[in-house]
Structure formats: C-alpha cells, structure tokens
C-alpha cells in the first residue's frame, strides 16, 4: 500500500506563505526611510527629526536658547532631543515591524 505525500501540500503553502511574509517585511522596512519621527528637549527649544532607519534628518534650536556663556546646555539639550527621537524610531519600528513577529516566538526580533 502506497502511502500519499502526506504533508508535502502543506509545506509547499508554508514556503509560499513565508516568501510573502518575507517581502511584505522588506517592503515595511523600506517604507520606514519615509517615516519621520520627532524628539524633543527643553519644552521644544531643541527639536530632531529622524526617519525610520535612524537617519537623523534635521536639528531645529530655538534661537533664545542659545547661550554663549553655556554652550554645555545646548549641547546636552541637543544629545537629549536626539536620544528622544531615537527611542522614537525603535518605537515606531516596534509598531511596524512587529505585525510580521507577532505570536511567533522568535527571540531577538524587532
């Protein structure tokens, strides 16, 4: 008695579903560059934009907080705003990019 291929169907339907699931994710993550997140310090004085790939795209500093005789403010205001915009990606990354893990158990993804 022959015995049929059994599974074989499903495992062709598995590798189709995962070649989709692949692209579907490359196409996220591209999509992410045109994405813009925003980071601020000082109440807004300091305000840096960054895309989706962490590409920090703009530094905004309000002209009244610039001050000569403390230059270390404004730079801390700068590494903090930077830093908000940063979390700010992972978060928005977290968001897209986790639809495609989400009830897998892959540790170490997104």
């Known amino acids: 008695m022959k015995r049929g291929m059994g599974g074989g169907g499903n495992m062709n ?3 189709k579903q995962m ?6 994710m490359a196409k996220a993550q591209e999509e992410l560059k045109d994405k813009i997140v925003e980071g ?3 109440g807004g004085m300091v305000l840096v934009k960054a895309n989706g790939h962490k590409e920090i795209l703009e530094v905004i500093v309000k002209e009244e907080v610039v001050d000569p005789d403390d230059i ?4 801390d205001l700068v590494l903090a705003a930077t830093n908000d915009a940063l979390r700010n990606v992972d978060e928005l990354v977290n968001k897209d990019m986790g639809k495609f ?5 892959m540790p170490g993804m997104f």
């Open 13 to 15: 339907n598995m590798m």
């Open 40 to 42: 601020t310090a000082g």
């Open 101 to 105: 893990t989400q009830g897998l158990n």
């Open 72 to 75: 270390d403010m404004l730079q």
């Open 19 to 24: 070649q989709k699931m692949q692209k579907d």
